[in-house]
């Protein structure tokens, strides 16, 4: 279900980095989350991302559910309003 995760690892510290890659810039842009968060998501219980994962930025959500980055969400839905 993780299509667009190539690799991911510890880092140590109880956090783990994944590394997506953007399916319209194909851009790798690594996030940095919790292990926990991680295990929970990665287990495929349905938890949602961001309950999973507080942490990342709205942007960095929508690259983990539709593989997209923020920067091509922009380029494609527009910029968000001040
Ligand atoms: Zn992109």
């Known amino acids: 279900m993780a299509y667009v995760e190539v690799q991911s690892g510890e880092i140590g510290d109880g956090k783990v980095g994944m590394v997506m ?7 790798e ?3 940095i989350v919790t292990q ?4 929970a998501w990665n287990q495929g219980r349905g938890v949602f991302v961001q ?3 507080p942490e990342l930025t709205p ?4 690259l ?4 997209t980055c923020g ?12």
């Open 21 to 27: 890659v953007c399916r319209w810039c194909h851009k």
């Open 59 to 62: 942007a960095e959500r929508e």
């Open 51 to 53: 309950v999973a994962f």
């Open 29 to 31: 842009i690594t996030l």
């Open 64 to 67: 983990m559910i539709s593989g």
């Open 36 to 39: 926990e968060g991680y295990d």
């Open 71 to 82: 920067q091509c969400w922009n380029d494609i839905m527009g910029p968000e309003p001040d």
